[in-house]
């Protein structure tokens, strides 16, 4: 492995700068969320003292692959979103890894799938319930994610980050990037689409036998979903050219930009029912399809 | 898009949260905390244990001396035992009642000697203006040997 | 290490969750309580946080003379609360009964099944009384640590 991709896993945009950011954010979605509501909200520390008072914790002991595969649950959430966080083009200019968006996109598929799979091993309804709702919101959203994907990749007509990154003028890439930010939300689980962990009506969901560390590994998992998905659409829609240190700093401002829409719609909106989140995931699916395959025609026959 | 109009409104207005910690602040001087009993004017004569709802309140005697016991862990403040207390003795304190950590910190004992009410009965200021109306409609069925069984000239 | 453990104890003390559970309330104390979350009283101010589960808890906040039917679940939740751990009696049925005292379906105040660290007096408490006992029950858990009480319980 060479030094620059050790410094992209480590470093920025990895361990070293996703961890404290994803708690930044987490935080400034808390406040931001409060400060609309007219409350005060947490302190700038809030989430490392969470993190660190969770670890702190004496969790019951269990027994049998059951114990160990709740454990690994969040542990490869944690690991495939450093992953994720690292292969993203923040310097488009080569200096990262030359990655596929294919597995980028599994990489962020699989806090989900983890989610959806700590759920039902946890043994409690709970856990079930708030499985089964979030397996099927992910299949819709992820309908919608993947075409935006192929969206981009269509237009661009590559599969390579480090050439899909970069803002360009055409159409369908905004399309592509306005598709993800549109699934953002029932990623990060955030009203209006947080009805897989309803804490009024189903007791924490999937994570309610969690407890200690393995929560802390959750939260932290949470924090790091924050960072790299709004880090991908962030480094859809940078510009090409400019320095390093330019394209450093344009990928933390439009990620928080992306951070305080995302709170304001959160804000601003009441709880989806599952149906209705998947009918609006169905009805966007459409429409990108629709464009997708118009413009694969027209760009097979225009060009 | 009300609802956009109104997080701005918010964020323009700022918050209204107190910054916690916040030292509570009793605005009105009926605010009803802790009862406060006079030991000197105290004639034990027991009715505000019989009007208790909780039994909170426990007035027993041996010999000449009464034991007036308060627990503020069963009280609920509803102040009946005041607007029945006829030598208005009792009081509430107008700030919030403090936090304990053992079960039975907060008892009050307070023993005190039988004696003869001040005749006529008076109030301090504010309890007057306060239970004159409660206090003159008084028709008490039997209750324990009561000094003051003569209807309260005030 | 003495850092590792002055850490843990200020971040123990900074983000106390809470887990709240009504066994038989007149649903006075409930509404107080909620009524610290709201903007007036905020206390995510102090990180503060209702949590759906019992195990995410750290403070168990507990109203209502506990009843006949409610004794397992209190247990229950109870021994389901990871330690470093705290009770909080808000208000004054789980400290005396209140005026249910005596009365055949309610099984007692709550010391008599659960350990209880800090009783709020008031019926129901003032927001401001319940805001001070939640953060000296975080004060009490981040002083006691994982200690000695807790290692011969049962965890569920």
């Not at chain 1, 661009?156 to 993800?180: C, K, Q, Y």
């Not at chain 1, 394209?247 to 029912?273: D, E, G, K, N, P």
């Not at chain 2, 304990?100 to 504010?126: C, H, N, Q, W």
């Not at chain 3, 319940?130 to 807790?150: C, D, F, T, Y």
Request: some cysteine.
């Amino acid at each position: 492995m060479n030094v620059s991709g050790l410094i992209h896993f480590f470093l920025f945009p990895g361990l070293l700068f996703a961890v404290p950011a994803g708690w930044f954010y987490v935080w400034g979605e808390r406040k931001a969320v409060a400060r609309m509501q007219r409350r005060i909200g947490p302190p700038l520390l809030q989430p490392f003292y969470d993190f660190v008072k969770l670890l702190g914790k004496r969790t019951p002991s269990r027994h049998g692959i059951e114990a160990d595969l709740l454990r690994l649950w969040p542990a490869l959430s944690v690991l495939s979103m450093i992953g994720a966080i690292a292969m993203l083009p923040v310097f488009p200019s080569g200096r990262g890894f030359s990655g596929d968006a294919v597995l980028l996109v599994a990489l962020l598929e699989l806090p989900s799938i983890c989610f959806i799979l700590a759920g039902f091993t946890s043994g409690s309804i709970y856990g079930e319930i708030g499985a089964i709702r979030e397996a099927v919101l992910s299949v819709a959203n992820n309908l919608v994610f993947l075409l935006s994907i192929v969206t981009i990749a269509v237009t661009e007509r590559t599969f390579r980050l480090s050439d899909m990154a970069g803002g360009s003028w055409n159409p369908g890439h905004w399309i592509g990037v306005f598709g993800i930010l549109l699934c953002i939300p029932a990623k990060l689980r955030l009203n209006p689409f947080s009805t897989s962990s309803a804490e009024q009506e189903i007791y924490s969901g999937p994570l309610t036998e969690y407890a200690g560390a393995a929560l802390a590994m959750w939260e932290l998992a949470h924090g790091l979903e924050w960072v790299a998905l709004t880090g991908f659409v962030a480094t859809l829609v940078v510009p090409a050219s400019g320095p390093w240190w330019f394209h450093a700093l344009f990928f933390v401002v439009a990620s928080f930009a992306q951070v305080m829409l995302l709170s304001t719609i959160a804000a601003a909106t009441a709880r989806f029912t599952l149906q209705r989140a998947i009918r609006f995931y169905w009805r966007w699916a459409a429409v990108l399809a629709v464009l997708v395959v118009c413009s694969t025609i027209y760009m097979r026959y225009r060009w | 898009m009300n609802i956009l109009r109104l997080i701005f409104q918010n964020l323009c207005r700022g918050p209204v949260s107190f910054r916690l910690p916040h030292k509570h602040e009793c605005t009105s001087k009926e605010y009803r905390g802790l009862i406060v009993n006079d030991a000197e004017r105290c004639v034990g004569c027991g009715l505000c244990a019989y009007v208790c709802p909780t039994a909170a309140i426990e007035v027993t005697r041996s010999g000449e001396t009464y034991r007036w016991t308060y627990d503020p862990g069963k009280c609920t403040f509803c102040g009946r035992c005041l607007e029945r207390c006829k030598p208005h003795t009792l009081s509430m304190e107008s700030q919030l009642p403090p936090l304990y950590s053992t079960e039975g910190e907060l008892i009050k004992v307070l023993d005190m000697v039988r004696k003869r009410p001040v005749r006529p009965a008076v109030a301090p200021a504010s309890a007057a203006e306060k239970h004159e109306p409660a206090a003159s409609t008084q028709a008490m069925p039997s209750t324990p040997p009561a000094a003051c069984a003569e209807p309260a000239v005030e | 290490m003495n850092l590792i453990k002055r850490l843990m104890h200020r971040c123990r003390r900074k983000s106390p969750f809470l887990f709240h559970l009504n066994t038989g309330s007149c649903n006075g104390c409930d509404i107080e309580l909620v009524t610290c979350l709201s903007p007036r009283y905020d206390v995510e101010q102090l990180g503060i946080h209702l949590e759906g589960s019992p195990r995410h808890a750290d403070i168990l906040c507990i109203t209502g003379p506990v009843t006949r039917n409610t004794l397992e679940a209190v247990k229950t939740v109870y021994s389901q609360v990871c330690e470093p751990k705290a009770v909080v009696a808000l208000g004054s049925c789980p400290a005396s009964c209140n005026v249910f005292a005596g009365s055949p379906v309610i099984a007692g105040p709550l010391s008599k099944h659960i350990p209880v660290d800090v009783y709020v007096p008031g019926c129901p408490p003032h927001p401001d009384a319940m805001i001070e006992g939640i953060a000296r029950a975080a004060q009490i858990l981040a002083s006691r640590g994982v200690s000695a009480r807790a290692k011969g319980e049962p965890q569920r």
